[in-house]
């Protein structure tokens, strides 16, 4: 009984070794894309410059904005006042990168107008 059960693990690994190394060999195989994209960069295009835009708004909003920059420094001088150092500099942190997040989504805005204006004037093109 013991060796069917070491013959039955040896056979279950075996097999499952023969998967693992077939899987990536099969995705490889027909990962190359065919063309940019362009079909579909213009289908999604309303629905990116909508999230864009939310997200500018809410970083640019007052204190009262949940997500904003202005509530999110709030919270810094808060715990600045409190003497919690420690939470001080974790919110920092976190003011620092949400900052970043400003010129990172302002040009993809700007870039996202420029594909507006080729989707438009190239509109056969990118359905091929």
Same mark, same amino acid.
């Given at each position: ?8 693990? /040896? =056979?279950?690994?075996?097999?499952? $070794?023969?998967? #693992?190394?077939? =899987?990536?060999?099969?995705?490889? $195989?027909?990962?190359? +894309?065919?063309?940019? =994209?362009?079909?579909? /960069? ?13 997200? #500018?708004? @809410?970083? %640019? =909003? ?13 919270? /810094?001088? %808060?715990?600045?006042?409190? $003497? ?7 919110? %920092?942190?976190? #003011?620092?990168?949400? @900052?970043?997040?400003? +010129? ?7 870039? #996202? ?8 004037? %190239?509109? +056969?093109?990118?359905?091929?």
């Amino acid at each position: 009984m013991r060796i069917d059960r070491a013959a039955a693990a /040896v =056979g279950a690994l075996a097999l499952a $070794g023969a998967f #693992l190394a077939a =899987g990536p060999a099969q995705a490889a $195989g027909g990962a190359a +894309p065919k063309g940019d =994209g362009a079909k579909a /960069v213009c289908k999604r295009l309303p629905k990116t410059q909508e999230r864009i835009d939310k997200a #500018l708004a @809410r970083l %640019n =909003g007052d204190a009262t904005v949940a997500g904003s920059v202005a509530r999110l420094q709030q919270r /810094v001088d %808060n715990a600045r006042k409190e $003497g919690h150092a420690e939470v001080e500099k974790y919110l %920092n942190d976190r #003011l620092t990168f949400r @900052r970043g997040l400003l +010129p990172t989504l302002q040009t993809r805005k700007a870039d #996202l107008a420029a594909v507006t204006d080729w989707c438009a004037k %190239n509109a +056969p093109a990118a359905g091929k």
